[in-house]
């Protein structure tokens, strides 16, 4: 078993709809991240979390600790929102970071 | 992100030849983290390393593959005698300690024939 799971998978989406991604993560962590990924490209870093909520633009991330679980939501989606999003964990004990496999976004114009 | 680079971007190797992907972390940054992705796969850590230092290694294959990152100098990820197992994308990230974020560098997709 993963120790990050993200779900769904695939999602497609059209235009302007809101949009969830989810995380569960089943190790104890110091901060909790959400990548975005663009299809051949790098890896920029959304979001950092070790509680609560942030919001950056049509971008938001929750995270419940005693849930193990992150959401990232996506309001008034856009195609140039299409990329592979990544849920990524760094352990609070040791120096490794677990990657969850990621989700991939298509919004339709 | 800007800062972080890494290179070569694409590198082609055939098999058993040997393969040295660079990354030069952000200017201030003296951690860095090296993953791999392999096709249709999520990211795998592999290695972190501080200067003249590595701190976790236990993501690392035990031949073939080591990794260093000197005093001066970019960080270096060495396969040797690469098989197209090794074929994949090798992203490097800068590791801002205080704060626990990670800059990823673009990343250099490597390919053995």
């Known amino acids: 078993k993963n120790e990050v799971e993200q779900s769904p998978q695939n999602l497609t989406a059209q235009e302007g709809e809101f949009i969830t991604i989810n995380c569960s993560y089943s190790?104890?962590?110091?901060?909790l991240h959400w990548l975005q990924q663009h299809p051949g490209g790098g890896i920029v870093s959304l979001f950092m979390?070790?509680?609560g909520k942030k919001k950056h633009g049509r971008l938001i991330a929750t995270i419940n600790i005693q849930e193990k679980h992150s959401s990232l939501h996506i309001t008034a989606s856009h195609p140039r929102d299409s990329a592979v999003y990544i849920c990524?964990?760094?352990?609070?004990?040791?120096?490794?970071?677990?990657f969850g496999t990621g989700t991939s976004l298509t919004v339709i114009p | 992100n800007a800062g972080v680079m890494q290179n070569p971007r694409h590198l082609v190797r055939r098999r058993g030849q040997e393969a040295r992907l660079r990354c030069s972390p952000m200017?201030?940054?003296?951690?860095v983290y090296w993953y791999r992705q392999l096709p249709e796969e999520g990211l795998k850590f592999m290695v972190y390393?501080?200067?003249?230092?590595?701190?976790?290694e236990s993501g690392m294959p035990k031949e073939r593959f080591s990794a260093e990152f000197p005093k001066e100098g970019p960080s270096i990820l060495r396969i040797q005698q690469v098989v197209r197992g090794d074929s994949a994308a090798y992203f490097c990230?800068?590791?801002?300690?205080?704060?626990?974020?990670?800059?990823f560098g673009p990343g250099t997709r490597l390919l053995v024939l």
């Open positions: 979390l070790s509680s």
């Open positions: 190790v104890g962590i110091s901060a």
């Open positions: 200017k201030g940054h003296s951690h």
């Open positions: 390393l501080q200067k003249e230092n590595i701190i976790d």
């Open positions: 990524a964990v760094g352990a609070n004990t040791g120096n490794q970071f677990y």
């Open positions: 990230a800068s590791y801002e300690t205080l704060i626990g974020t990670q800059y």
